[in-house]
């Protein structure tokens, strides 16, 4: 036989990864596990199994925590935080050093654990999650030594409440855990059901490592535990990963307690190769993107789109590359897919599959081992974009497919989910790369590969994929807060008075929607008053079909979006110079309302929107310093359509402290002015018509906050809400926008020096804006 012979028909051997360091380690501990509280691993109590999926063998014996058992574990992390805080950056830098090396020193261990626990392959859990594991708390041990230089006025949150998934369980904890540690948070820490263990096995490193008691605390068991740690009154922050259903109801749980929430949630990314791509090289990356750890990926590639030209030929390559994937023993360094992590996952994978109708299946023809949870690779082909395979997230081993002809095409079905977590370009043309990854809704995206992963760039997503960011900069601000907290809030109440307006007309001022003066939809109006009981006007009284109106005005208005930073800046200059020409006038209007401060406020105004039109064209995001032969951009886009509920107390300078940065970033807005003074903002609709702004940019209603926060929080083409009200509406405004989760900007009883710094700086640029990471690889 010769070497050519040999070559084609030898067959992979075995090659496993020995177990033993990772059993002996269980049998260490007695195979029973209780919760890790202040240092120590309490006494197991009521306890559920957890199981190998390749084998359905019994690893241990884990602690379903109870109420007890997480009120002592926050408990624990309160006491604990204000020490671990006043160690500095410095102090924290050195013990998640110590973390980052101990990571390094154990890694075998912690690989074999994590295959053992979730099936997935070896070679995964050891050459990817835990270099991933380690480069987190190297990274995070750097980003705490910075913090007092890099990110002054900026404290830790307190206690975070974290619950994590099953897909990449100790790499979800890196993420979580590392920047919270590194901005001086504590952490109550609750892992994912199926797969607890390389949770427990990092506390014990966190012992060995000389961590302070408390720092970390880990509560294990179902989703009641999860429950009851993201709703606890003694938590600050809460950092969710999994699914979209759960999401929803976390941020309805937790709306109006003030607490800090980020959400990273499933999605149904696509995967657009062109006619011009390297097909065999966008066939290994497909690969990685939906079969690495079985699907079992939030952003894996799960929706093929390929344009029809080379389509046929696109899939033969695939099917035959399919034919070649080796699924087996998770241990074995040889095979490419392991096992779902749990039945009742593979049962869902199967049911979903068995349902649809549609399409061509084509599963591997591959050899799955028997007494384990094991699907087949499987590609479904001709499908539609609106198949519920092509819509619902999957979570396992399965690929649909679906075809484009043009780039436009391709951005359209690309974008056509609710989801919008990451998306995969596969071009030989940069300059077809480049055009459509702007175009994708997308908090990722990667050209020519596919999960590419680094803790110096953010990771997140848009629209059902969750809100916040995790690596980089733009990661740590969820785990800050300003060092100095607002006032209690007061509630205004409006100017009382009788009588007309005596020899003057009586005007009543309408709604200023897609560029025109618009009466509102119901035709009720209110009389306004002024500090003296005069009787200044009447406004309209919106209703829902009011902000329907608006918001369709501000979607019509997407090309504004599209606009440069200079001419935007260029139109909110004018906007100030024709306010400023205007100056006495609406000075003399906010005395009428309030009884004093109109100067001072028109004068602030102006100075603001000079403030504003200087950022138009200065925060476009930054480079991520990355390992990798290529870039990693993070990109600041605008955020869409705001709808926010403006100050009462600064009639004009509430509206365009927040009309301006929203501009600024080429958002669209629907603003509610102040409930008590909203005649400024309806004379202000009057410099907008002067001053070159496209209609629909700016939306101005009048109406009460309490009617109109709802309508906005829960509109479901609106994709921000910010809530500046005197009346305390955190509530309502954050249990809405859970409907399509929706970013949310709330005052928590808090108020704000409008006239001061608060009114200004990167918080607002921060919330007018999502993080697009755009990786581009290049090179030999």
């Given at each position: 036989m010769s070497v050519k012979e040999i070559f084609e028909t030898m067959t992979y051997g075995e090659a496993l990864e020995s177990a033993g360091e990772a059993l002996a380690w269980l049998v260490d501990q007695g195979d029973r596990f209780g919760c890790f509280i202040d240092g120590?691993?309490?006494?197991?109590?009521?306890?559920?199994?957890s199981r190998n999926p390749a084998t359905g063998e019994v690893l241990a014996h884990v602690t379903q925590a109870s109420a007890a058992d997480v009120d002592a574990a926050v408990a624990a992390a309160r006491a604990a935080q204000p020490g671990w805080e006043a160690l500095g950056g410095y102090g924290r830098a050195r013990h998640l050093y110590a973390l980052a090396r101990m990571v390094q020193k154990h890694a075998r261990l912690l690989a074999v654990l994590e295959t053992l626990d979730s099936g997935k392959p070896i070679r995964e859990a050891r050459d990817i999650d835990l270099a991933l594991v380690h480069r987190h708390f190297y990274y995070h041990a750097g980003m705490a030594q910075l913090m007092e230089a890099e990110l002054p006025g900026r404290r830790a949150m307190g206690v975070c409440g974290q619950v994590i998934p099953w897909n990449f369980p100790l790499l979800m904890l890196a993420w979580k855990v590392a920047p919270a540690l590194a901005m001086g948070n504590t952490v109550v820490l609750k892992p994912a059901e199926y797969t607890s263990l390389t949770a427990l096995c990092f506390a014990d490193i966190c012992r060995q490592a000389g961590l302070?008691?408390?720092?970390?605390?880990?509560?294990?068991?179902?989703?009641?535990?999860?429950?009851?740690?993201?709703?606890?009154?003694?938590?600050?922050?809460?950092?969710?990963?999994?699914?979209t259903e759960v999401g929803r109801r976390i941020r309805t749980a937790t709306a109006g307690q003030g607490k800090g929430l980020t959400l990273e949630l499933g999605g149904k990314s696509p995967y657009i190769v062109f006619e011009d791509a390297d097909l065999d090289s966008a066939v290994e990356g497909l690969v990685d993107a939906i079969?690495?750890?079985?699907?079992?990926?939030?952003?894996?590639?799960?929706?093929?789109?390929?344009?029809?030209?080379?389509?046929?030929?696109?899939?033969?390559?695939?099917?035959?590359r399919m034919d070649k994937?080796?699924?087996?023993?998770?241990?074995?360094?040889?095979?490419?897919?392991?096992?779902?992590?749990?039945?009742?996952?593979?049962?869902?994978?199967?049911?979903?599959?068995?349902?649809?109708?549609?399409?061509?299946?084509?599963?591997?023809?591959?050899?799955?081992?028997?007494?384990?949870?094991?699907?087949?690779?499987?590609?479904?082909?001709?499908?539609?974009?609106?198949?519920?395979?092509?819509?619902?997230?999957?979570?396992?081993?399965?690929?649909?497919?679906?075809?484009?002809?043009?780039?436009?095409?391709?951005?359209?079905?690309?974008?056509?989910?609710?989801?919008?977590?990451?998306?995969?370009?596969?071009?030989?043309?940069?300059?077809v790369a480049l055009e459509v990854a702007p175009k994708l809704v997308a908090g990722v995206v990667w050209v020519n590969g596919s999960n590419m992963f680094d803790a110096a760039a953010g990771f997140g997503g848009v629209r059902e994929s969750g809100f916040g960011r995790e690596g980089g900069w733009e990661g740590?601000?969820?785990?800050?807060?300003?060092?100095?907290?607002?006032?209690?809030?007061?509630?205004?109440?409006?100017?009382?008075?009788?009588?007309?307006?005596?020899?003057?007309?009586?005007?009543?001022?309408?709604?200023?929607?897609?560029?025109?003066?618009?009466?509102?939809?119901?035709?009720?109006?209110?009389?306004?008053?002024?500090?003296?009981?005069?009787?200044?006007?009447?406004?309209?009284?919106?209703?829902?079909?009011?902000?329907?109106?608006?918001?369709?005005?501000?979607?019509?208005?997407?090309?504004?979006?599209?606009?440069t930073g200079h001419l935007r800046a260029q139109i909110i200059y004018y906007i100030a110079e024709n306010l400023e020409a205007r100056a006495e006038e609406f000075a003399a209007r906010i005395d009428a309302l309030a009884g004093?401060?109109?100067?001072?406020?028109?004068?602030?105004?102006?100075?603001?929107?000079?403030?504003?039109?200087?950022?138009?064209?200065?925060?476009?995001?930054?480079?991520?310093?990355?390992?990798?032969?290529?870039?990693?951009?993070?990109?600041?886009?605008?955020?869409?359509?705001?709808?926010?509920?403006?100050?009462?107390?600064?009639?004009?300078?509430?509206l365009i402290s927040v009309m301006g940065p929203a501009l600024a970033m080429g958002n669209r807005c629907v603003?509610?002015?102040?409930?008590?003074?909203?005649?400024?903002?309806?004379?202000?609709?009057?410099?907008?018509?002067?001053?070159?702004?496209?209609?629909?940019?700016?939306?101005?209603?009048?109406?009460?906050?309490?009617?109109?926060?709802?309508?906005?929080?829960?509109?479901?083409?609106?994709?921000?809400?910010?809530?500046?009200?005197?009346?305390?509406?955190?509530?309502?405004?954050?249990?809405?926008?859970?409907?399509?989760?929706?970013?949310?900007w709330v005052n928590n009883a808090r108020a704000r020096d409008w006239l001061g710094a608060e009114g200004e700086g990167r918080a607002f640029l921060d919330a007018a804006t999502e993080v697009k990471t755009v990786w581009v690889p290049y090179g030999l």
């Open positions: 120590t691993f309490a006494e197991p109590g009521e306890t559920f199994e302070p008691e408390g720092v970390v605390n880990i509560v294990t068991g179902d989703g009641t535990v999860g429950e009851l740690v993201v709703t606890h009154p003694g938590v600050d922050k809460v950092a969710f990963t999994g699914s079969w690495f750890n079985g699907g079992q990926v939030c952003c894996a590639g799960s929706r093929l789109l390929v344009q029809e030209g080379v389509a046929e030929r696109f899939h033969a390559k695939l099917r035959a994937l080796r699924v087996g023993n998770p241990l074995d360094k040889c095979i490419d897919m392991g096992a779902i992590v749990d039945p009742a996952q593979l049962e869902r994978i199967s049911r979903m599959v068995a349902e649809s109708t549609a399409g061509e299946v084509y599963a591997a023809p591959c050899a799955l081992p028997e007494g384990g949870c094991y699907y087949p690779p499987t590609l479904i082909t001709g499908l539609s974009s609106s198949d519920p395979l092509m819509q619902e997230e999957i979570f396992g081993p399965v690929l649909v497919s679906g075809t484009f002809r043009t780039p436009a095409e391709a951005v359209s079905l690309a974008n056509n989910t609710r989801y919008g977590l990451a998306a995969s370009i596969w071009s030989e043309n940069i300059n740590l601000m969820a785990y800050t807060k300003p060092v100095a907290e607002g006032a209690p809030l007061a509630k205004l109440a409006p100017m009382v008075g009788q009588g007309g307006p005596g020899g003057g007309l009586n005007r009543t001022a309408k709604l200023y929607v897609g560029g025109k003066q618009a009466r509102p939809d119901g035709g009720y109006s209110r009389a306004v008053y002024g500090a003296e009981g005069k009787l200044l006007g009447h406004v309209g009284a919106a209703n829902r079909k009011d902000v329907r109106n608006a918001v369709e005005a501000a979607q019509g208005a997407a090309a504004w979006s599209r606009t004093s401060g109109g100067a001072e406020e028109v004068a602030a105004c102006v100075k603001r929107l000079f403030t504003w039109g200087a950022w138009a064209d200065k925060y476009a995001g930054n480079l991520a310093a990355v390992p990798m032969k290529g870039l990693a951009m993070a990109l600041r886009e605008p955020v869409g359509v705001i709808g926010a509920i403006c100050p009462d107390e600064a009639p004009l300078l509430g603003l509610v002015a102040s409930e008590i003074f909203p005649l400024a903002a309806t004379d202000f609709y009057q410099v907008l018509e002067t001053s070159d702004v496209p209609g629909g940019v700016v939306n101005i209603l009048t109406g009460e906050h309490a009617e109109l926060a709802p309508v906005l929080a829960k509109h479901m083409d609106v994709e921000a809400v910010w809530c500046f009200s005197s009346t305390d509406l955190s509530q309502v405004v954050e249990a809405g926008a859970a409907g399509n989760l929706k970013r949310t």
